[in-house]
């Protein structure tokens, strides 16, 4: 990507101004069911944050809140210094958010779906044409500003997307899992994008389920399950937490995984946990001399593996450790009818 759209000149020194976002105690119900239970969070300025969790855990629910889009049951939040339920106004001038679906006209080229977006906030004339060629080229979309967004790419619709959100460079940018459905190449293109917003000086807190996503991206993650926050840190920290001495092994047959997974829990005396993809497992080791022996009897038994090593937890095996289940992959479905997300 080319460099990111500029983030407006801070009037306080940036020691001196709140953080992006402090948030104490919120609640959300539907009905019986407790979407946010008593979150806290503090963002800083310029920080690449990730909430992290499985479906319904609750991640849609608590950034809609921080939104604006829903009234926190309980608790309270700041945004870029703002009271969320005293002065939404004043939060929403402050902020940009991306769901997990395009919000394009689809009949529309990228170009004009821009213009409109900048007119509608009050950009005349040339400085409307102007705002969406720079962020054309920011996106690197130039070259398909003339195509209708229908004929666009996944990736392609996902940082045009984004690219609508930033027509008025915001303080704060939310992003409700910004690469769902999108193949490798494309989420990569999309982390480099994030990357440059955050460089300058957009604070950006996105929700995931992909643990690489958040590990790749975040200076600090949240865990979240069940509405409740289980943990926060940054990634380094979080698997600090869940322990060293950790044996990964690559699996040249992604069948034989149960039998893998059974073998190492019972040579180990711990649960192996599966990637996301399913063709590696993380297990907790204790000694180089206990993991070599589980190796042995994986080899014996006639299990294949392509690669193995020994060391520090994945953010796999630290999620597993923390919510008791695996990630799931894939994207969520959004928040429909109260469910949380």
């Known amino acids: 990507m080319n460099e990111a759209p500029r983030a407006p000149q801070m009037t306080q020194a940036a020691g001196d101004a709140p953080p992006a976002i402090v948030a104490r105690g919120l609640v959300k119900r539907f009905g019986d069911l407790t979407a946010v239970d ?14 992290l ?16 889009l829903s009234r926190p049951d309980a608790g309270s939040a700041r945004i870029m210094g703002h009271d ?12 940009a958010m991306t769901g997990q679906f395009a919000s394009l006209d689809e009949d529309l080229t990228g170009r004009e779906n821009l213009v409109l977006l900048a007119r509608l906030w009050g950009f005349r004339g040339r400085r409307a044409r102007a705002r969406a060629d720079a962020l054309l080229a920011a996106f690197e979309l130039a070259p398909a500003a003339g195509k209708q967004v229908k004929d666009y790419s996944g990736g392609m619709r996902r940082r045009l997307d984004i690219a609508a959100s930033l027509i008025v460079t915001p303080g704060v940018l939310f992003l409700d899992e910004p690469t769902t459905g999108l193949d490798p190449k494309a989420r990569q293109g999309v982390w480099r994008m994030i990357r440059g917003l955050a460089g300058s000086g957009v604070t950006i807190l996105l929700t995931t389920q992909y643990l690489e996503e958040a590990d790749q991206l975040a200076a600090r993650i949240a865990v979240i399950d069940h509405g409740r926050k289980i943990a926060e840190g940054t990634s380094r920290e979080l698997k600090a937490a869940t322990g060293s001495g950790f044996l990964h092994v690559a699996l040249a047959d992604p069948a034989q995984r149960e039998a893998a997974a059974r073998l190492l829990a019972a040579r180990l005396g711990a649960e192996a946990t599966p990637s996301v993809e399913g063709a590696e497992l993380s297990v907790m080791a204790g000694s180089a001399e206990a993991a070599s022996a589980a190796i042995a009897a994986l080899i014996a038994e006639g299990i294949a593996l392509s690669d193995f090593s020994l060391g520090q937890p994945s953010l796999d095996s630290v999620f597993f450790a923390l919510t008791g289940h695996p990630a799931e992959p894939g994207g969520g ?8 997300t």
């Open 38 to 51: 008593g979150i806290d969070l503090d963002v800083p300025r310029g920080m690449i944050f990730a909430i």
């Open 53 to 68: 969790g499985p479906n319904g855990a609750g991640k849609t629910t608590l950034m809609r809140m921080l939104a604006t």
């Open 84 to 95: 969320l339920v005293a002065n939404p106004d004043a939060v929403r001038a402050a902020i």
């Open 333 to 340: 479905a959004g928040e429909n009818g109260g469910q949380a």
